[in-house]
């Protein structure tokens, strides 16, 4: 029986990078994006490879992510939480911070996060893996990014939790690095973001932690992809 992942945030940069890998290695997918058109072209494209379920919609609305877990079946062996909000663009000082925009923010990087995780684990055996992507903006006080950071800094430290909590799976908090992506350039609107890498290059550092056999913890991708070599 092949595995079964859940990918928020897939219909474009990490997180399709990321189903696009999973897929050549023949594991069901759950995949899930707000934009429900770009969401059935990923789907139309990895269906040719591997069983894939698209279900458009906001991982902060409870009843969606309650479907992307019941359509996992009754075995989800990763649970990859990818999806996030960057918040206004361009990036208010926390003086003049929108409180209703950063609690949207924390909604959808740490709340919803947490909420999948619930309903996830009882269909998660010993060793599923639980991979939570992250940012260096989570640790260093980036002016511009206290919003986002602060929200990311929150996921990390309900990963660690977790990791305590359920020592029977791995739970990973993982900082891709600066990548050339939408959010990424929503960040810097205006400024040429063409030197950053590709979502593509911090997908075999995921893999290593999906596939490999390293504890829990807070990794950066391209660390543990120099590590495996």
Do not use: C
Request: aromatic fraction near 4%; charged fraction near 20%; glycine fraction near 8%.
């Amino acid at each position: 029986m092949p595995n079964t992942a859940i990918v928020t945030g897939a219909s474009r940069g990490l997180g399709l990078a990321l189903a696009r890998a999973l897929a050549q290695r023949d594991w069901r997918l759950v995949v899930d994006a707000r934009d429900a058109g770009a969401l059935e072209a990923v789907r139309a494209e990895l269906g040719r490879a591997t069983h894939v379920t698209a279900l458009a919609g906001d991982v902060a609305d409870r009843s969606h992510r309650s479907a992307l877990v019941s359509a996992a079946g009754d075995r989800i062996d990763l649970l990859m939480n990818n999806a996030s909000a960057l918040g206004p663009s361009p990036l208010p000082a926390l003086a003049d911070y929108p409180l209703d925009a950063l609690a949207e923010v924390y909604r959808v990087n740490a709340l919803a996060p947490l909420g999948l995780v619930q309903l996830a684990l009882p269909l998660m055996p010993p060793g599923a893996r639980i991979v939570n992507v992250t940012s260096d903006a989570a640790v260093e006080p980036y002016e511009g990014w206290g919003g986002y950071g602060s929200s990311k800094a929150a996921l990390e430290q309900l990963t660690r939790v977790l990791a305590a909590e359920r020592p029977e799976l791995r739970v990973y908090a993982v900082d891709p690095g600066d990548m050339r992506t939408r959010m990424h350039q929503e960040a810097f609107p205006g400024e040429d973001i063409s030197d950053r890498p590709a979502p593509e290059e911090s997908v075999p550092g995921l893999m290593v932690l999906i596939e490999g056999e390293l504890p829990s913890g807070r990794y950066t991708a391209s660390d543990v992809s120099a590590s495996a070599v």
